[in-house]
């Protein structure tokens, strides 16, 4: 009897990478060529691109509400309302990069 599956594929790992790909394919209760296939073929991956730029927008406003923290600590709260109203434009921003992140997933 012929195989149906004639094609053989090599790649190597880490011991690492093996012991996770090991535990992996136990809790799957498939057989290693079986949970290799699938992962392989029937999973989609996604590249993202601008990625960085999404990442570097959350890093000002990270530092934007540190900045709005310290003087809500500090007790003269009634100067934050600039820090607020600039956090407030780059999580707009943050959000009009997501939405396009995500309209180019899908």
Same mark, same amino acid.
């Given at each position: 009897? @012929?195989?149906? =599956?004639?094609?053989?594929?090599?790649?190597?790992?880490?011991?690492?990478?093996?012991? #996770?790909?090991? %535990?992996?394919? %136990? %809790?799957?209760?498939?057989? =290693?060529?079986?949970?290799?296939?699938?992962? @392989?073929?029937? =999973?989609?991956?996604?590249?993202?691109?601008?990625?960085?730029?999404?990442?570097?927008?959350? %890093?000002?406003?990270?530092?934007?509400?540190?900045?709005? @923290?310290?003087?809500?600590?500090?007790?003269?709260?009634?100067?934050?309302?600039?820090?607020?109203?600039?956090?407030?434009?780059?999580?707009? #921003?943050?959000?009009?990069?997501?939405?396009?992140?995500?309209?180019?997933?899908?």
């Amino acid at each position: 009897m @012929a195989r149906s =599956k004639n094609h053989q594929i090599k790649f190597y790992v880490s011991d690492e990478e093996l012991l #996770k790909l090991n %535990k992996n394919v %136990k %809790k799957s209760m498939l057989n =290693k060529s079986e949970f290799l296939r699938i992962v @392989a073929i029937e =999973k989609n991956v996604i590249v993202i691109e601008g990625l960085d730029n999404f990442v570097a927008q959350i %890093k000002k406003i990270g530092v934007n509400i540190n900045q709005i @923290a310290k003087v809500i600590n500090s007790g003269d709260v009634f100067d934050c309302r600039k820090d607020l109203q600039l956090a407030q434009k780059e999580l707009n #921003k943050i959000w009009q990069l997501l939405n396009l992140l995500v309209q180019k997933v899908q």
